[in-house]
């Protein structure tokens, strides 16, 4: 069955890097449309990023410019890269299989925390 496992959330000091990873099993990464979604305390779970098939990419206005997608065929995983991290990027991370133009599909992870503070 489909499954997504996320890991790589942490803490980290704002303006510094940490990459999530997201391994699937179950189907394979490269022949789906992949995603990032983000929910912090309090809010609705919002998009940060995607990848198509085609390695097409889109952000969220928030990120974009620090943060990038991307995935390796051969481990079956996307990543997610963020770069000079704010502390309003605290929030759990999610991985989504089907995403499209920012709507997610219908597979998800658990989700992995990340906190940004000093």
């Known amino acids: 069955q489909v499954q997504l496992v996320e890991s790589g959330g942490g803490l980290v000091q704002p303006g510094g890097s940490l990459r999530l990873s997201c391994t699937a099993s179950?189907?394979?990464?490269?022949?789906?449309?992949m995603g990032w979604f983000r929910q912090a305390p309090g809010k609705e779970r919002e998009f940060v990023a995607s990848l198509t098939r085609i390695r097409n990419t889109n952000y969220a206005a928030s990120v974009k410019g620090r943060f990038t997608i991307s995935r390796d065929n051969a481990k079956n995983t996307v990543y997610l890269q963020m770069n000079s991290v704010k502390p309003e990027d605290t929030a759990v991370y999610y991985c989504?299989?089907?995403?499209?133009?920012?709507?997610?599909?219908?597979?998800w992870g658990q989700g992995t925390q990340v906190t940004v503070s000093s």
């Open positions: 179950g189907f394979t990464v490269s022949s789906n449309n």
């Open positions: 989504n299989t089907g995403t499209v133009g920012g709507v997610p599909g219908d597979y």
